[in-house]
Nanobody, 120 residues
């Protein structure tokens, strides 16, 4: 089992920055690829970024978001810059026995999510 706890969400003004964290516990962290997904009100959950041996950011967020991981702390991060009102969503952390994927079904473990609200 892997337990994931997100933190760092909150209210931020458009154009600002925010860093989300996801702390993992349980099975060996390094065996898993980790990812961020988000779900805006009334919309389906969408892929944001994954990190394993390498990393990938969704095209619509490249240049604004970066993903990183600290294996010593069993934690991944999502640095969000130049935040836009459209970034308002619940952000979920996920872990899976994959090398890295944008597909939800590749991830068997999910956190509870952290709310990001962007004011214009």
């Amino acid at each position: 089992q892997v337990q994931l706890v997100e933190s760092g969400g909150g209210l931020v003004q458009a154009g600002g920055s925010l860093r989300l964290s996801c702390a993992a516990s349980g099975r060996t962290f390094t065996y898993y690829a980790m990812a961020w997904f988000r779900q805006a009100p009334g919309k389906e959950r969408e892929f944001v970024a994954w990190i394993g041996g390498s990393s990938y950011i969704a095209d619509s967020m490249k240049g604004r978001f970066t993903i990183s991981r600290d294996n010593a702390k069993n934690t991944i991060y999502l640095q969000m810059n130049k935040i836009e009102p459209e970034d308002t969503a619940v952000y979920y952390c996920a872990a899976g026995r994959t090398s890295g994927s944008p597909r939800e079904y590749e991830y068997g473990y999910w956190g509870q999510g952290t709310q990001v609200t962007v004011s214009s």
